[in-house]
C-alpha cells in the first residue's frame, strides 16, 4: 500500500511564507511526476506546481515567481516553499504523485494524500 503524507500547513499572515512537504511510503519501485494541487471553498481543484523525475518544474499562473516546488528523489518527497502569500492561496493542499510499486507492473498509480489546509488571513 503506497500513501502519500502532507505537512506544514496553517496560518500564515498575507505576505508570509510557509513551506508544506510531502512524503510518499510503502512499496515503491519510482516515481514519476510529483505535484501539488489546491481546492478552495466552492472552487474546483487546480495545479499549483508539478515536477517530473528529472527535477524539471511547472507552475499555475496564479503562484509563478512566489511558489517554489522541489523534490528529493532518494527520499521520495516533494515540497512546496510558498512566499508572499495571499489571501486567495487560501485552500486545501494535495500532494500527488505517480508512483509504480514494483518493477513488474508497468502502470504507474495516481496517488493522493489527504491534504493539508493552508490559511492566509491578517
Known amino acids: 500500500q503506497v500513501q502519500l503524507v502532507e505537512s506544514g500547513g496553517g496560518l500564515v499572515q498575507p505576505g508570509g511564507s510557509l513551506r508544506l512537504s510531502c512524503g510518499a511510503s510503502g512499496s515503491i519501485f519510482s516515481i514519476n511526476r510529483m505535484a501539488w494541487y489546491r481546492q478552495a471553498p466552492g472552487k474546483e481543484r487546480e495545479l499549483v506546481a508539478g515536477?517530473?523525475?528529472?527535477?524539471?518544474?511547472n507552475y499555475g499562473d496564479s503562484v509563478k515567481g512566489r511558489f517554489t516546488i522541489s523534490r528529493d528523489n532518494a527520499k521520495n518527497t516533494v515540497s512546496l516553499q510558498m512566499n508572499s502569500l495571499k489571501p486567495e492561496d487560501t485552500a486545501v493542499y494535495y500532494c500527488n504523485a505517480q508512483i509504480r510499486p514494483d518493477p513488474v507492473v508497468v502502470r504507474y498509480h495516481d496517488i493522493w494524500g489527504q491534504g493539508t489546509l493552508v490559511t492566509v488571513s491578517s
Open positions: 515536477i517530473t523525475s528529472g527535477g524539471r518544474p
